[in-house]
């Protein structure tokens, strides 16, 4: 059982990181978008 249960944590840990790198690479590609845009929009103010 303790095999089996340790193996499960570590299945779940990957899935959690996994999971997290995901939403940080999210985050990080909408904040690239709209910075971009904010760029954007800027140079066609000036």
């Not at 089996?4 to 899935?15: F, H, L, N, P, V």
């Not at 990080?28 to 954007?40: C, V």
Request: proline share 0%.
């Amino acid at each position: 059982m303790r095999a089996s249960e340790r193996g499960a944590g570590a299945i779940e840990y990957g899935i959690i990181v996994a999971l997290i790198a995901a939403i940080i690479v999210a985050i990080l590609r909408d904040l690239g978008t709209s910075t971009r845009g904010a760029i954007r929009s800027g140079n066609r103010g000036l």
